[in-house]
C-alpha cells in the first residue's frame, strides 16, 4: 500500500534521541511535531476531565439529598457554568483535536501538520485559557452563576469572573480556530499521492467536516461573547432588554454556535468509531459513500435546527414547526451511520478487545440518546422537558457515552502505535465495564428525574425527587473513580508492557500500521503512494 | 527567484515548495473566511435586521462548506 | 406507561415526607444503604412517590396530548431500538471470531441503503403529523375566560389580575431553617408559597408572561404550560385547568442564586370558591390599600416591615440582618447606609447597588431594585432594618410618602 523510507528507531516519548531538539521541558514548549502536540493536547484534555469531573461530583454530592449541605446555592451554579465550559472546551474539544494531530498526518501519508509552528502556538493558548477560566472562582463574585449558555441578562449581572470567562472563551476559540485551519490545509494540501479525499480514513472525513463547522461557529460565539462584553462595560444594548435590547437575540446567535457545536464534539467521535469498528469485525467499512454523505448532511442541518433548543421562549408556531422538522431530519442521516456501523458487523468476524467494547458501548448508549433526541424534537414534548433533569440525561448520553467512549475506544486502538506497548487488557475491561455500568446507573435515573419534574440547575430539590438523585450520585461516584482504571491503564503501557508489532490489530487497513510501533518521530518525510 | 535559463530546481524540492505555497493559499483564504465571520457578525447585528443577517451568513456558511469540500472531491 | 403513585396536585409528598426528614448522620447511613440496594436491585416503578419516575398527572387538556404524545413517540422509539439492539446482538453473537466466523467482504448495497433512509423518514412523518396538531392547539390563545399577567423577579413571581385589577407576589414560604437542615421539612419542601396563583377550573386562562430582571421561566408541570419570561417582551399562552386541586411547579431557566427557590404554586378552586376568594381578596386589598398620606406608627412600620424583610430581603441579607459576604451582601447590624441619612438608604432600596456605587436601572447591579414594591412597605422594611438588631437610627420612622417623594 504504501512505501516507507525513513530509517526506524525515533521514540516518541524518549526525548533527546534527535538532533537540534531541546530536551526537558523546552521540548515540549517549543516542539512543532505533530505527535508531541498530539499527546501534550491529549493530557491536557485528560486533566481538564479530571478538573471538570471534580466539579460534576461536587455537584452530585449536594444533590444526595434535600436541603442545602456542601456549597451555597451561588457556589453551586459556578461549578454548573464551569463543569459545562471545562468539559466542553477543555475536555472533549481538546481531546479531538488531540486525535487529529496524532492520527490525521499517519492517516493521509503527511510529514507533519501544514502550519506547524501555529500548531505549538494553538495548543499553548489552551492552558492559559483554561487557567483564566478557573481563576474566575477565586475573584469577588466568583465565576459566573449563568450556566455555560451564558444568558442575558444575568450573565450582564455577573462580576469579573464573567469577564474572565469571556476571555478565556476568545482565547480557546482563536485555539479551535487555528487547528482547524490547519487540520483542512493538511488535509486538502499534504495528502500522499494516491490518496483521494475517497480514499481517506473515515476519521480525517469527520475532522475534515468538523473543522469547516468551527470555521464556521467559533468566530459566531466570539462575536457574540463580545458584544456581552461592550453592553457589560460599555454601554451597548445589544442584548440588554432595559436598555432596548433582546434577550433572546443572544439565544439565537449562542445556538447558531452551540448546536453545530454539538456536532463538532460529536462528528469526530463518529469518525473514530467508523475506524474502530471495522477493524475488529474483519471486515471492511459498509457503505463508505454514505458515511460521508451522511456526515455531510448532519452538518448542513446542524446549522437550521438551532431554535430546538428555544423551544419555550415563544417562538411563533411556524418557526416551531419549521424547527422542529428539521431537527426530527437530522435522525436520517443519523440512523444511516448506525445501520452502516450494524452491517459492518453484520457477517464480520469479532472479537471483543477494548477498543470494541468502548465502540459498541458507544453504539449502545449514544444511540439511546438519539431517541431521547429525538423525542426532546417534539416541541410539544420539550416544552415539559426544556431544562429539565431529561434533557441532562440526553446531552449526557451523547456527551460523555457518546463522545467520550469514543475517545476512550481510539485511545485503547492507538496505545501500541503511541507507545510501542501493548496495554493490559484486562485492566481496560475493568475500565469498560466500570464506566458502562456507572454511567447507566449515574444517568439514567435523570430521564425518571425529568419526567417528574425536576428542573435542571437547582441545588436543592423537593423531596419526591430524593431517591433516584441519590441513586445518581452513587453512579456518579463510580463513574468517576472507573476513570482511575483508565489513567492507570494509559501509565502503564507508557512505561512498558508487552511490545506492540506494528500492526497489533489483524483487521487494521489504514496507512498508521504501516510504521512500526512505537511511531517514528518523524514519519513519511518523503509520502507514501497509496494505490 | 526563478530566471531565464536557471537550472531547474530538483523535482522533489519543487513539489515541496509547490505543496506549501498552496498550503499558505488554503490556510489564509480559512483564515479570511473566519475574520469575516466574526466581523461581518458583528457589524450585521449593529447596521442590518437581525433575522436577515442570520439568515445571510447562515446560507454563506453552506454555500462555503459545499464549494469548499465538492472542489476537491474529484483530486 | 403506569405512573408512580402520584397523589392529586402533581406532588406525592404525603407519604414520603415523613421517612425523608431529619439529616442526622445515621438516617444518612441507612439511606446509602437503602439507596444503594435499591440501585443494585434496580426495580422500575416502584410505588413510593419517592421513586417518582413519569409525568405528573395531566389537570389541563393540553397536558394530557402531550403525555399522550410522548406516549406514542417513546413505543415508536422503544420498538426501533429492540430491532436495532436485537440485530447488534444477535451478530455479536453469531458473528464472533470465537465461534469461528469468516469474514465476508462485502462493503456495500445499494438496495438497503435506500431502504433504510427511507423507511426513518416515513416514520419521522408519522411523528411529525401528531406533533403538529398540539403545537397548533397550545398556540390557540384566542377567547380566553380571564387573563393573568405573570410576572418573573429574582426571586418570586408577580400575579396581576388584569381584568380584576389587582396583583400580588408570591414568595417562597419554606423556612430557610428547613433549607439549611435545621428544622424538619414540610411535605411540600421547595414547592409551597405564601401566596399562590388562584384560578377557576374550566376556564380558559390566558397568561401573560414577562419578566423585570433577568429571564425565568414559568412552568407548571401539570397544565404542560412552560414559557420563558423575557425582560422587554410579553409572551402570551393559555391553560384550561380541569381538575381542582394545588399544583405544583418552579422556575426552569436559572435565574441567579435563588433559581431552584422560586416555586410556581396554582390553586385550582371551583367556580364559587373562585367567587368568594375573589371577592375576600378585593377587600383585603381595599383594606391595607396604600392612603400615600396615612401616617403610621413606629411599631406598626416595624411590624409589617419585619414581613416584607423576611419575605423580600432576608434571602441575602438574613433574617438576623448579618448579611452574606459570599455574595457582596453586606451585614445590615451597624451599616453606615442603614444608620446614616435614610434618603440614601431608600434610594438603595428604589434602584439597587452594585459594590457602593448606585446602579441605576436598567444596568442591573448585585443588589436589585425593589422598586415594584409598595411605598408602604418599603418604608416599613426601611424603618424595621432601622429599628432592629442592635441598630439605632438617627431617622428611624420612614414614612410612605417619604419613599414617595424619592420616586421618580
Sequence with gaps: MSSITQPIGGHADVAGGHEHHPSGIMR?????????????????????????????????????????????????????????????????????????????????????????????????????????????????????????????????????????????????????IMGSINIITTILNLRAPGMTLMKMPLFCWSWLITAYLLIAVMPVLAGAVTMLLTDR???????????????????????????????????????????????????????????????????????????????????????????MYATMMIAVPTGVKVFNWLATMWRGSITLEAPMLFALGFLFLFTTGGFTGLIVAIQPIDVQFQDTYYVVAHFHYVMVAGTLFAFFAATYYWLPKWTGHMYNETVAKWHFWGSFIFFNVAFFPMHFLGLAGMPRRIPDYAQQFTNWNQVSTVGAFGFGLSQLIFLYAVVSCIRGGKPAPAKPWDGATSLEWTLPSPAPYHSFPTPPVVQ | MTFAGAVRVPDEDDFEARRRAAARRTGFGLLVVALIFFFGFIASRLWLSPDLSLGVIGAAVVVFVVVAVGRHLRK | MRRAGMDQGGTGLAASGENMVGTGKGGARRRWVATLAAALLAFPGIAFADWAWNFQPPASPIADQIERLHELIFWICVVIFIGVFGTMFYILIKHRKSVGHQAAQFHENTTIEVIWTVIPFLILVSMAWPATKVVLAMHDTSAPDMTIKVTGYQWKWNYDYIDEGFNFYSTLSTTLDQIQNRQKKDPHYLLEVDHPLVVPVGEKVRVLVTAGDVIHSWWVPAFGLKQDAIPGFVRDTWFRADKIGTFRGQCAELCGKEHGFMPVVVEVKSKDDYATWLAAEKQKLAAVADDPNKVWTQDELVAHGKKVFDGNCAACHQPTGTGNAAIGAPALVGDKVVLGPAQHQIDVVLNGQTNGVLQHPPAGGKMPSWAQLSDADIASAITYTRNSWGNKAEQNVIQPKDVKAERK
Design chain 1, 28 to 176: 515540549w514548549i517549543t516542539t512543532t511535531n505533530h505527535k508531541d502536540i498530539g499527546t501534550m493536547y491529549l493530557w491536557f484534555s485528560f486533566t481538564m476531565f479530571i478538573v471538570g469531573g471534580v466539579f460534576a461530583l461536587t455537584i452530585r454530592s449536594e444533590l444526595f439529598e434535600p436541603g442545602m449541605q456542601i456549597v451555597t446555592p451561588e457556589r453551586f451554579n459556578q461549578l454548573i457554568t464551569l463543569h459545562g465550559l471545562v468539559m466542553i472546551f477543555g475536555a472533549l474539544m481538546p481531546g479531538a483535536v488531540g486525535f487529529a494531530n496524532w492520527m490525521i498526518p499517519l492517516q493521509i501519508g503527511a510529514p507533519d501538520m501544514a502550519f506547524a509552528r501555529m500548531n505549538n502556538l494553538s495548543f499553548w493558548l489552551l492552558p492559559p485559557a483554561a487557567i483564566m477560566l478557573l481563576l474566575g472562582l477565586f475573584v469577588p463574585g466568583g465565576a459566573p452563576e449563568t450556566g455555560w449558555t451564558l444568558y442575558p441578562p444575568l450573565s450582564i449581572q455577573q462580576g469579573m469572573g464573567m469577564d474572565l470567562t469571556i476571555f478565556a472563551i476568545h482565547i480557546m476559540g482563536a485555539s479551535s
Design chain 1, 233 to 323: 462595560h460599555f454601554g451597548t444594548s445589544f442584548f440588554n432588554a432595559a436598555g432596548g435590547g433582546d434577550p433572546v437575540l443572544f439565544q439565537h446567535v449562542f445556538w447558531f454556535f452551540g448546536h453545530p457545536e454539538v456536532y463538532i464534539i460529536i462528528l469526530p467521535a463518529f469518525g473514530l468509531i467508523s475506524e474502530v469498528i471495522p477493524t475488529f469485525s474483519r471486515k471492511p467499512l459498509f457503505g463508505y459513500a454514505s458515511m460521508v454523505y451522511a456526515l455531510c448532511a448532519i452538518a448542513i442541518l446542524s446549522f437550521l435546527v438551532w431554535a430546538h433548543h428555544m423551544f419555550t421562549v415563544g417562538l411563533p408556531a411556524a418557526g416551531i414547526l419549521f424547527y
